[in-house]
């Protein structure tokens, strides 16, 4: 199979139109949920998700943090549906992300939090899904059919329906016009060359992704990625928690990709990026200055939040290629299935 051929790639080269045709799909069901949630602040959010939508669910972490001062926690199922424990969760935002809107743990977690009278909103890209079902508010992916196994536009809709969540929450103008703009961006981020990287990670048996910031979510994103389409174990790390141990680990026969954001967090990752440069890493950072080294082409800054969504969508096409010259079928890992069940 070719990289042409793939579905995946298809599907990647359709993020863009998913994010546009989205504003339409949420227009009428944000602003209601925004209200419900500036009516009664909770004090704490609890996202549930798994995979790629635990990833968005850290990006939306990351938002709603850093935009309205509330903090947010990951729910772990488990809890109620293996040792059937009630949270207390009263008054308080529970979000699941599910692309399928079918794994178990998932819709039980939603439909018990709902019980003890959280708000609860689920992202699916299936409306009419279980998860749908057992929770208050339906927030619509609106990525259309993604028949790939590993996602990319469902993780893309799922970060840009979060950003504009917490656009109309936090009423951030600035981010909502960032995200009306991402669409185009998210066209021209694809078409970067991200060649180098790619000429890097062929013969590699293990990686480190980094991020800070806005970009965490992405390091997460990238690392899964890396194990799902060309079997080449990936870890990722925070810049910060990367110090606390790991950079043990640091060799030239270890690569070190990392997503730098735009933002206050921008000079320490540049400054981790040199100093790993002296412990002789295989250092590979995105920067949109033209020769900066080890440089991975990234979009000129516009807005951090929207930025650090186009650095996975360039991700995503050069891993499509990457797979393939591994000898791998991006559209169908090994031991995986589209839609996964746990309890």
Same mark, same amino acid.
């Not at 989205?22 to 704490?44: D, K, S, Y």
């Not at 059937?84 to 599910?98: E, P, T």
């Not at 819709?107 to 939090?113: G, M, N």
């Not at 412990?279 to 080890?294: C, L, N, R």
């Given at each position: 199979?070719?990289?042409?051929?793939?579905?995946? *790639?298809?599907?990647?080269?359709?993020?863009?139109?998913?994010?546009?045709?989205?504003?339409?799909?949420?227009?009428?069901?944000?602003?209601?949920?925004?209200?419900?949630?500036? !009516?009664?602040?909770?004090?704490?959010?609890?996202?549930?998700?798994?995979?790629?939508?635990?990833?968005?669910?850290?990006?939306?972490?990351?938002?709603?943090e850093r935009y309205l001062g509330?903090?947010?926690?990951?729910?772990?199922?488990?809890?109620?549906?293996?040792?059937?424990? !009630?949270? *207390?969760?009263?008054?308080?935002?529970?979000?699941?992300?599910?692309?399928?809107?079918?794994?178990?743990?998932?819709?039980?977690?939603?439909?018990?939090?709902?019980?003890?009278?959280?708000?609860?909103?689920?992202l699916t890209n299936d409306t009419?899904?279980?998860?749908?079902?057992?929770?208050?508010?339906?927030?619509?992916?609106?990525?259309?059919?993604?028949?790939?196994?590993?996602?990319?536009?469902?993780?893309?809709?799922?970060?840009?329906?979060?950003?504009?969540?917490?656009?109309?929450?936090?009423?951030?103008?600035?981010?909502?016009?960032?995200?009306? *703009?991402?669409?185009?961006?998210?066209?021209?981020?694809?078409?970067?060359?991200?060649?180098?990287?790619?000429?890097?990670?062929?013969?590699?048996?293990?990686?480190?992704?980094?991020?800070?910031?806005?970009?965490?979510?992405?390091? !997460?994103?990238?690392?899964?990625?890396?194990?799902?389409?060309?079997?080449?174990?990936?870890?990722?790390?925070?810049?910060?928690?990367?110090?606390?141990?790991?950079?043990?680990?640091?060799?030239?026969?270890?690569?070190?990709?990392?997503?730098?954001?735009?933002?206050?967090?921008?000079?320490?990752?540049?400054?981790?990026?040199?100093?790993?440069?002296?412990?002789?890493?295989?250092?590979?950072?995105?920067?949109?200055?033209?020769?900066?080294?080890?440089?991975?082409?990234?979009?000129?800054?516009?807005?951090?939040?929207?930025?650090?969504?186009?650095?996975?969508?360039?991700?995503?096409?050069?891993?499509?290629?990457?797979?393939?010259?591994?000898?791998?079928?991006?559209?169908?890992?090994?031991?995986?299935?589209?839609?996964?069940?746990?309890?």
């Open positions: 199979m070719t990289v042409i051929e793939t579905q995946m *790639r298809s599907e990647i080269s359709e993020a863009p139109e998913a994010v546009r045709r989205q504003g339409e799909a949420l227009g009428a069901i944000l602003p209601v949920l925004a209200e419900r949630l500036l !009516r009664a602040p909770p004090q704490l959010v609890v996202t549930c998700a798994r995979g790629s939508s635990a990833h968005a669910a850290t990006f939306g972490k990351h938002l709603i509330i903090a947010v926690a990951a729910a772990a199922p488990n809890i109620t549906t293996i040792y059937h424990r !009630r949270l *207390r969760l009263a008054g308080q935002f529970f979000l699941a992300i599910s692309q399928s809107g079918m794994s178990n743990d998932i819709v039980e977690q939603a439909a018990d939090a709902r019980s003890c009278g959280a708000v609860t909103a689920c009419a899904s279980p998860l749908a079902r057992a929770c208050e508010f339906v927030l619509p992916m609106a990525a259309g059919p993604e028949l790939s196994i590993p996602a990319t536009k469902t993780f893309i809709a799922s970060a840009a329906a979060l950003a504009r969540l917490v656009a109309i929450w936090a009423r951030d103008a600035a981010l909502a016009r960032a995200i009306d *703009r991402l669409p185009d961006r998210l066209a021209a981020a694809a078409g970067l060359d991200w060649g180098g990287l790619l000429e890097g990670l062929a013969h590699a048996r293990s990686v480190v992704t980094i991020g800070r910031g806005p970009t965490l979510a992405i390091a !997460r994103e990238a690392a899964l990625k890396l194990k799902e389409t060309s079997n080449l174990h990936a870890e990722a790390f925070s810049a910060a928690e990367f110090l606390h141990g790991p950079v043990a680990l640091v060799s030239p026969r270890f690569p070190v990709l990392m997503f730098a954001p735009t933002d206050a967090a921008a000079a320490g990752m540049t400054e981790l990026a040199a100093d790993l440069r002296t412990k002789g890493a295989a250092v590979f950072i995105t920067s949109a200055q033209e020769h900066a080294p080890d440089r991975l082409p990234a979009l000129p800054p516009e807005h951090a939040e929207a930025d650090a969504i186009c650095l996975i969508q360039s991700f995503y096409a050069m891993v499509v290629r990457l797979a393939a010259k591994r000898g791998m079928d991006a559209d169908r890992p090994r031991h995986l299935r589209k839609i996964t069940r746990t309890r």
